[in-house]
């Protein structure tokens, strides 16, 4: 926990970070508004074909809104989410009343015991870099072991002879 927020009371800091996760989200939202609204209509539009924009869009198109507040679980992918939202130009209030959740869930999380986890890995690389680096290449290792193998077996539960749901609403 930083030096600042050491000694406050756990609701307080909790506070503190839903009203964080609020900010940034809603301000991502609007900066996803504020581009469908002025650069898809320039020259420009071409360049906001990013990948991850276009997952996001994809997956809540999809999955729904349900994609919003499990968006907050995620590193990365949550500012492309909000963006997306924004782009697809969802009612505020819609999408606000979606995300209120996520808010209170990453603020548990960051709260609880996100802070510690960055406070460790800041005393680790005063301590020793070269463990954090190890830490960090397990953990990245152990990442990409889950998603290889989730992209392996993803196929393989297709080739049942069922189609993907997905195609049907085409």
Do not use: C, N
Not at 11 to 34: C, D, I, K, N
Not at 87 to 100: D, G, P
Not at 124 to 130: N, T, V
């Amino acid at each position: 926990m930083p030096d600042w927020l050491e000694g406050w009371p756990f609701l307080p800091v909790y506070l503190l970070f839903v009203g964080g996760a609020a900010l940034r989200s809603q301000a991502t939202y609007w900066a996803g508004r504020g581009i469908a609204v002025g650069v898809l209509r320039s020259r420009w539009a071409g360049g906001l074909e990013h990948p991850k924009v276009r997952r996001a869009t994809a997956a809540i198109e999809r999955w729904g809104m349900p994609v919003i507040p499990l968006s907050f679980l995620t590193v990365g992918f949550q500012s492309a989410v909000h963006a997306a939202a924004g782009l697809l130009r969802l009612r505020w209030l819609r999408y606000t009343l979606w995300a209120l959740p996520g808010y209170f869930v990453w603020a548990l999380v960051w709260a609880g015991g996100g802070m510690t986890a960055v406070a460790a890995g800041v005393a680790l690389a005063a301590e020793s870099p070269w463990a954090l680096a190890t830490v960090l290449a397990v953990l990245a290792t152990a990442a990409a072991a889950f998603v290889v193998r989730r992209r392996r077996t993803r196929p393989a539960a297709r080739t049942d002879g069922v189609g993907d749901p997905a195609d049907a609403r085409r």
